[in-house]
């Protein structure tokens, strides 16, 4: 349950979708003279080094940012982050969406991360105690429903598990139920693969069922490699920030010129 390291897939294809939407959705949020809670239930370890042995094994950052980072507007706020954060931490560095979204938030907002994995844990406390973020070592669901509503109370939530316990395909609607419920302001945004085997499909028929006003956006991609399972990317948006569904037009066009 606890084996999943985001390091060998850090900057694929999913990533390079997820976190286009998520920055230019926080970018956004960020203009309005409101402070915000930006809440993650599954946090990872917060930055990847894509020249290490582990990204270079399975080479899907460099069929993903590497291929693609170059076709987005230089003045894209995945872009702006993507910068800084290598000025930072140096050009093989790959900042995961904690680290993403530490660069939008203001004084006066809040940060909150949970990450169950102790060895992720830990890395991402040291990566992210410059930002002051405020870290659980928990289940990301039973945090999420702790943390609800937050203050402040506008906010952002990322929900993005690694689908390894495949019951999270059951419970994930009732999840985002039980939090919408609680917190009926808040934007939350799920990350799911697309996968051959079509795992994903009840999961958001039931999602779309529930909430028939969100953004649910997927893009598909050719396989990483011979027999990989993941094929596409999904995002599914409850209450999206304006500009969203533009956002989501522009990734599907650029996701559209992609060749096996």
Known sequence: MLSYQHIFHAGNLADVHKHALLCA????????????????????RGLYDLG?????????????IARLEERLPADHPYRRRLREERAIFGPDAYPGSPLLAAGF?????????????????RELARVMEPWGAHLRQEDGFRAALALTPPTPRRGFML????FEVKADYDAIPKHMAALARK??????????????????????AA???????????????????EGHGLVGSGM??????????????????????LKG
């Open 52 to 64: 290490s042995a582990e990204a270079v094994k399975t080479g899907e950052a460099a069929q993903g």
């Open 183 to 204: 917190w009926n302001v808040g934007t939350i945004a799920l990350w799911y693969p697309l996968l051959t085997s079509g795992l994903h499909r009840p999961m958001v």
């Open 105 to 121: 938030l203001r004084d006066g907002d809040a940060m909150h991360l949970a990450e169950l994995h102790p060895q992720e844990h």
């Open 159 to 162: 929900i993005d598990p690694s």
């Open 25 to 44: 959705m926080l970018d956004y949020m960020v203009q309005k003279d409101k402070p915000l809670t930006y809440i993650e239930t599954h946090a990872g």
């Open 207 to 225: 999602l779309r069922e529930r909430f028939p006003e969100a953004l649910a956006h997927e893009v598909r991609f050719p396989p990483a490699r």
């Open 236 to 257: 599914f948006v409850v209450n999206p920030p304006w500009g969203s569904e533009a956002e989501a037009g522009r990734l599907t066009a650029l996701f559209a010129g």
